[in-house]
């Protein structure tokens, strides 16, 4: 009987180190859930965004061509205040990125 009593605690113990494992697996396998789909949500987001830009700088060189000299300086001006885009950014996201659990982050 004393035997078995000192063994409980340590089987208490076991269960609840079992019981917390298995809540972090759960929560683990919820987050990566929720990183697919932020990555995806991001990947479209870039993807508008891209076009979005494309569209503008095609409408700006449309604007350059066909306005009269008196408003080219606001197209240079509209053209200043656009973000560049970066053509770097996959290489500097392969730097960014980690491996956890086979699983890019």
């Known amino acids: 009987n004393q035997q ?3 063994k409980i605690p340590s089987t208490k113990e076991k ?3 079992a019981q917390e494992r298995q809540r972090l697996e759960n929560e683990n396998r919820q987050l990566k859930v929720q990183v697919e789909y932020l990555e995806e949500d991001l990947s479209r987001a870039r993807g508008f965004s891209a076009r979005l830009q494309e569209g503008i700088g095609a409408v700006l060189d449309f604007l350059d061509r066909h306005l009269p ?6 197209v240079e001006k509209a053209r200043e205040l656009l973000p ?3 053509v770097q950014q ?3 996201e392969q730097e960014r990125s980690h491996t956890w ?5």
Request: hydrophobic letters at 30%; a negative charge; glycine letters at 8%.
């Open 90 to 92: 996959p290489e500097r």
């Open 15 to 17: 269960l609840k180190e």
């Open 69 to 74: 000299e008196q408003f080219r300086p606001l």
């Open 84 to 86: 560049v885009p970066e």
């Open 101 to 105: 659990g086979g699983m890019e982050l």
């Open 4 to 6: 078995l009593q000192q």
